[in-house]
């Protein structure tokens, strides 16, 4: 789209007059409904809120707006007129400040202006002057909640002002969502959602920007600031990206017709726009955003666990009549609104009162005000034999146990009050999730408990630099929350244990096995099993003493060998060899091996020169996933198929897979381990190239089929998948 510099000079409005012809004047039920402190029903939506728009002024008077938080009830609140919250530095927010809180998945939101009293560090005190229920029009045009489409056409910037630094346009394009802030003449500040199909800020030329204004509720504080006090900024977001778009500048109105007509939808063109002459333009990773993980469907509320913010409004509307006038007017709303059901009648005219005005505005399929719910998502690929859903479970810690130097069992239980039975088949794995610097990070470990307790047992090795590991061994503690998903992975003794299990492994290879142990064994005299294990030392051998008390227990059922490395050396093709056949095994015994590449490999040879078949011989490379491959140093465009149907469209992040990329913008990526263990993740490759990283499960014909794993993926251009079932 190439820019134009015909709208230098388009019609300007300058007073109050003017801009109430267009917009008109508010009616008394908008300013009713504000209060002066924060009730039960804010204090609730607070408490569920994970991120804010915020915007401010510093100590020299420049205008910023940006997003905080990270997690639900980061806002802490001190008594109805007071809150504080964490604005990292080098931010110094000054004087008259203003927010509105999201509840992702819902379209209305919660509104609080006020002033800052007091900052130590980030944390910032501010006194609350008054809050209110913003409608959900904003968000509805945006489409905020729902799968992300494909950006627009992107503007062809020259010349030498902010709108042309890389990467401005391109994010401008996909955005369809900002937060403008702006102040009064009394330096009363005021931030508001903004929302558009598709790009909500057009470019006009390199330094100028244009942002419709469509029908709203009349109120228009932006617009009565902006002709008090053309100073402003605003911060953009793009649905499941991590990065956010600053600008600042100057605004004025115009009512210009052939500048409307440009941002006309199905031949209805908005009544006003906000004309920007851009100062600075800046995209920036937001850790708020990223750590809150609005688009993920998990992180949507539900209904019920908040109240409805239209029905909040009705009260705060009840509440300011009666201040008002305290008449018969304020009597009737309160005794409507303890009518049962009545919030549920008053959600359904409101939601199709927005429907109604939005279709008038040019917009089509139109979502709910309540809850934006997602449409148009396949159903979930099934689920692998012995896997169960792929939603994270959230669990605590409940002890941290010792096994070696450098190896710890984590015990897991449910987070919640009701915790059930963790189901899974022996040897499987589950991937661990911990927020570690505001960070997702996943990895892999088998359980090593026996299936259907409410607890999991996973034991994980220290390894040198891992990020994950080293996370676990130096920072975890009972009580602390994890995540999980799974189980995953075809390395288990199936629904039906073989009789006789065959079981060799190295270092922490030895946990799949473990689980096994404990499964065969807690069977009353059914099966046979050896343990061929390797260890470095005495010290580092893993569940050593319980090792050998169930041996001593079970002797006609158990058999532990040990070999440690430091003095016999690593164990080899004729070890193994000399093992088996001292052991006899019935020819229909089963063999399990998990450990590194060379001891796989040996085995592996063994066993086929023994006359061994393959479906007798499971393997499981023990590694802490597959790294991702080398990563692109620009965004690139994914668009998400089934069967050729468009799913979605986002734009991948560098450093970011393309699973996250998915997930975070709530696209129906199928997963489950997320490290490159599984092959849940498994889709074809449409168009694109991508790197992946190894080693991972990929077949070589799922690779000459052009498969690619999403969790170990980064795209090096524009990608299409096709996410439908192999």
Request: aromatic share 4%.
């Amino acid at each position: 789209m190439q820019q134009t510099d015909r709208w230098s000079t388009p019609r300007r409005l300058t007073t109050v007059e003017e801009v109430e012809t267009t917009v008109g004047r508010p009616a008394a039920a908008v300013v009713l409904k504000q209060i002066s402190a924060l009730d039960e029903g804010c204090r609730a939506v607070l408490a569920r809120c994970p991120v804010a728009a915020f915007g401010y002024r510093d100590a020299d008077g420049t205008s910023r707006t940006t997003f905080i938080g990270g997690t639900p009830g980061f806002a802490r609140v001190h008594s109805p007129t007071r809150m504080s919250f964490s604005v990292p530095e080098p931010a110094a927010p000054h004087g008259p400040v203003s927010c509105f809180f999201l509840l992702p998945g819902v379209g209305e939101l919660l509104r609080v202006n006020g002033s800052v009293t007091a900052r130590k560090g980030a944390e910032t005190t501010v006194d609350i002057e008054e809050a209110y229920v913003h409608c959900a029009q904003a968000v509805l045009r945006s489409r905020l909640w729902q799968p992300p489409e494909p950006a627009g056409p992107v503007a062809e910037v020259t010349g030498d002002g902010p709108l042309g630094r890389p990467g401005i346009a391109d994010f401008l394009a996909a955005a369809p969502f900002l937060a403008l802030s702006t102040w009064d003449s009394s330096a009363g500040s005021d931030t508001s959602p903004r929302g558009d199909r598709q790009a909500v800020a057009r470019i006009l030329d390199s330094r100028t920007l244009v942002v419709p204004d469509r029908k709203g509720n009349r109120r228009a504080d932006t617009l009565h600031n902006v002709l008090q006090d053309e100073r402003l900024s605003f911060a953009a977001l793009v649905p499941g990206r991590n990065r956010v778009l600053h600008v600042r500048g100057r605004g004025t109105i115009t009512d210009d017709p052939a500048l409307l007509e440009t941002m006309a939808l199905r031949g209805m063109p908005p009544h006003l726009a906000l004309l920007i002459e851009v100062e600075d333009a800046e995209v920036t990773d937001n850790d708020a955003v990223a750590r809150s993980r609005l688009w993920t469907p998990g992180a949507h509320v539900g209904r019920g666990t908040v109240p409805d913010l239209m029905a909040l409004a009705g009260e705060h509307l009840a509440a300011g009549a009666a201040e008002a006038d305290g008449g018969p007017t304020a009597f009737l709303m309160k005794a409507v609104g303890v009518i049962p059901g009545m919030s549920r009648l008053v959600r359904l005219v409101v939601d199709r009162v927005y429907r109604s005005g939005l279709r008038k505005e040019g917009y089509d399929e139109v979502g709910s005000g309540a809850s934006s719910r997602r449409r148009g998502f396949p159903r979930r690929r099934p689920a692998a034999a012995g896997a169960t859903d792929n939603s994270a479970r959230e669990v605590r810690v409940h002890e941290v146990r010792r096994e070696t130097p450098s190896a710890v069992t984590l015990v897991l239980e449910d987070a919640g009050g009701s915790p059930g039975p963790f189901d899974f088949r022996p040897g499987q794995f589950f991937t661990l999730v911990a927020d570690i610097d505001g960070l997702a990070v996943r990895r892999a470990y088998s359980a090593s408990s026996a299936p259907g307790s409410p607890r999991l047992e996973v034991t994980v090795k220290h390894v040198e630099g891992g990020r994950f590991s080293g996370h676990v061994h130096r920072g975890l503690r009972p009580g602390d929350g994890l995540a999980v998903r799974g189980p995953s992975g075809s390395f288990h003794t199936g629904q039906r244990p073989p009789d006789e299990l065959v079981l060799i492994a190295a270092g922490s290879g030895v946990t799949p096995m473990m689980s096994m142990i404990r499964t065969q064994l807690a069977v009353t005299g059914r099966g046979r099993i050896a343990l061929l294990y390797s260890s470095r030392s005495p010290d580092e051998i893993i569940f050593g003493d319980e090792l050998t008390r169930l041996a001593q227990e079970n002797p006609d059922r158990l058999s532990v060998t040990h070999v440690l490395t430091r003095r016999d050396g690593r164990i080899g093709p004729d070890g193994v060899r000399r093992w088996i056949t001292g052991l006899g095994p019935a020819g229909d015994a089963h063999f399990y091996v998990c450990g590194p590449e060379a001891l796989m490999d040996a085995v592996q040879g063994v066993l086929t020169g023994l006359g061994v078949t393959d479906e007798r011989v499971h393997k499981e490379r023990y590694t802490g996933g597959a790294a991702t491959g080398t990563v692109a140093e620009v965004p690139h465009e994914m668009t998400v198929e089934e069967n050729g149907r468009p799913m979605g469209t986002v734009v991948v992040e560098p450093g970011r897979t393309l699973l996250d990329a998915g997930l975070a913008a709530g696209l129906p990526m199928p997963h489950s381990c997320t490290v490159g263990n599984c092959g849940e993740c498994v889709v074809r490759l449409r168009e694109g190239e991508v790197t992946q990283g190894e080693p991972n499960c990929l077949t070589p014909r799922q690779r000459a089929e052009g498969y690619v794993l999403t969790c170990v993926s980064c795209p090096r251009s524009k990608v299409t998948l096709d996410i439908a079932d192999p």
